[in-house]
């Protein structure tokens, strides 16, 4: 697993218990940070991102450090393919629904956050319900470069359960590490910079994940293809990051679509949700700007569609809105979907949708629509299904592993966003993508449909 194979330092975590130890799931490094790096027995303090370490559940393994500089190179491309691509043919792309006739392969690093995270519970009943969460499948984010390699041990098992019980399997993955990502916010700030080279890694960090699934012709893959980022340049090119990165956002997007597809990957783009770009004034450019993007990577068969309410809240559809979605008509993401498919059609795209359940559950919880950050009261939402209510709708997922952080609420954090200091966040939260043991037991509690 990822989670153990770097250590922020082993050695620190050797060190005699006289020292404060940090409990588990507390920080324990990261830029900026001057606390003790050592955890407590049973917890490793394990590199998450160069900002955030964490006490995570584990024991020590003694093996020197490997401690990323900001010098250091992004790896290069090497794997020889195990078992040799269609040769010489490229992938064809199927009519229907891509998920239809597929298991969807479990993320063995979420269900080992989960069962870490369950370990953690008394409540027996609480603890059997969290343990459930594990066996609900859930997208794997490729939030950093160096998680790359992972994705062909996860494509190696999934093949081995697909011959070992005959039943295909399908891996779903979220393409997340675009230069200057996150532009409009700061919880998600990402490792690229256009600065420094950021278009260049971010392709070869593209290469890495096609070189991984070219190896595993046998699996079926599913990409949600960078969150936020296409959102961010239809309304925020008031925000000079955002400007500055909307022709590398579109190179990169476009980029990654037309490599995904090389190798057979069903990719869906991120298109935020109905209380961003669901707006009236918001639906004709972004039906243009998607569209042109879909065109641009080549109007490929594999670039299936649209992701919708990533990481967000928004209910499915609900005839009881919420107080916060006034003067927008569409206030669900039925209807934004219904909203913005026409629009996608009048310029050329007869786009799918996928829509993010996982943290759905409960609604009225948010005291502005825009607030996004552990926002508190969530519960876990609708099982991942083919049954949906529109046929425009492939299936219902769950994108955002419930559980890891939306951002942290430390203010002295490099990326501290003030929404996630905001009155209906959950306080005290980690570091963006790291886990956040009191929310994910709520989104346990509040579950709707119980777990
Ligand atoms: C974080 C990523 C993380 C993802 C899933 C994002 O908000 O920035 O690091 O992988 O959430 O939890």
Known sequence: MLKGALFFSALAALAPIALAQKPLYAQCGGT?????????????????????????PGTVVPIPP??????????????????????????TPESGNPFQGYDLYLSPY????VVAAAAQISDPTLKAKALKVKDIPTYIWFDVVRKTPDLGKYLADASNIQ?????????????????????AAAASNGEFHLNDGGMAKYKNYVDLLVAEVRRYPDVRVVAVVEPDSLANLVTNMNVTKCRGAEAAYKEGVVYALRQLSSVGVYSYIDAGHAGWLGWKDNLAPSGRLFSQIYKDAGSSGFIRGIATNVANYNSLSTNNRDPITKDNDNWDEVRYINALSPLLRQNGWNAQFIVDQGRSGVQNIRQEWGNWCNVRGAGFGMRPTLSTPLSAIDAIV????????????????????????????????????????????????????PL
Do not use: M
């Open 66 to 91: 490997v401690t990323p500089t900001p010098t250091q190179s992004v790896p290069v491309v090497i794997p020889t393919p195990t078992v040799p691509a269609n040769p010489g043919l490229p992938p």
């Open 398 to 449: 769950w994108v955002k592993p419930g559980g890891e952080a939306d951002g942290t609420s430390d203010t002295s954090a490099v990326r501290y966003d003030t929404h996630c200091g905001k009155s209906d966040a959950h306080k005290p939260a980690p570091e963006a993508g790291t886990w956040f043991q009191e929310y994910f037991v709520a989104l346990v509690q509040n579950a709707n449909p």
């Open 163 to 183: 011959r070992a019980t005959g039943r295909k399997q399908l891996v779903q993955i979220v393409v997340y590490d675009l230069p200057d990502r996150d532009c």
């Open 32 to 56: 900026g940070y001057s606390g003790d790096t050592t955890c407590v027995a049973g917890a490793v303090c394990t590199v998450v991102n160069q900002f955030y370490s964490q006490c995570l």
């Open 110 to 113: 979420y269900a080992e956050e």
